[in-house]
């Protein structure tokens, strides 16, 4: 009997995790450190009903014009500045963060894979979510476990 009352919580709870999982958008933000200001350099949201969708920083804005390009690393609060970014721009509010840094990509995409993007991208003239799609075709689930565990990958509620 003590068995299940203990039991029974733990599955609520865990359900109304997924449900809330199920039912948010989620911002997820490339940190490139390779240039001269660290900061957002991708971006994408994903949510449950509309799949995901890449974002090309240049062309989202907040009030003030200021792009994703413009969220450096060492701003005060960079990924509350970036959700604001999507709100205005997409009238959608991301209210969870999926980080991801240069060692992180590597280890899941592959060494090179800001240059592969790049390449993509400048080299072939891709747009840049069909360059990123293409770059990041190998996905090693393991370098995505092991960036969970370093803090290569980071997520969070904005």
């Known amino acids: 009997m003590r068995r299940i009352a203990i039991i029974i919580p733990i599955i609520i709870i865990f359900m109304i995790l997924i449900i809330g999982f ?14 001269g200001d660290p900061g957002v350099d991708m971006a994408g949201i994903w949510t449950f009903s509309g799949g995901f ?3 090309y920083p240049g062309s989202s804005v907040n009030a003030q014009g200021h792009t994703l390009h413009n969220i450096h690393l060492k701003d005060g609060d960079p990924y509350q500045g970036a ?3 999507i709100e205005h721009s997409y009238n959608i509010s991301p209210n ?5 840094n240069n060692a992180a990509a590597e280890r899941i995409f592959g060494e090179g894979i ?3 993007i790049r390449e993509e991208d400048w080299g072939k ?8 799609e293409n770059s990041i075709s190998q996905f ?3 370098g995505a476990i092991i960036s969970l565990f370093s ?6 509620f904005i």
């Not at 003239?125 to 990123?132: E, K, L, P, S, T």
Request: glycine share 8%; with cysteine; proline share 0%.
């Open 83 to 85: 959700k604001i970014i």
């Open 140 to 142: 090693d689930v393991f």
């Open 96 to 100: 969870i963060c999926v980080v991801i």
């Open 125 to 132: 003239g891709n747009a840049r979510g069909v360059a990123i």
């Open 53 to 55: 969708k890449w974002i």
């Open 114 to 116: 800001l240059g592969n």
């Open 22 to 35: 199920l039912s948010s958008t989620i911002l997820f933000l490339a940190e490139d450190e390779t240039e």
């Open 151 to 156: 803090g290569d990958i980071r997520i969070f």
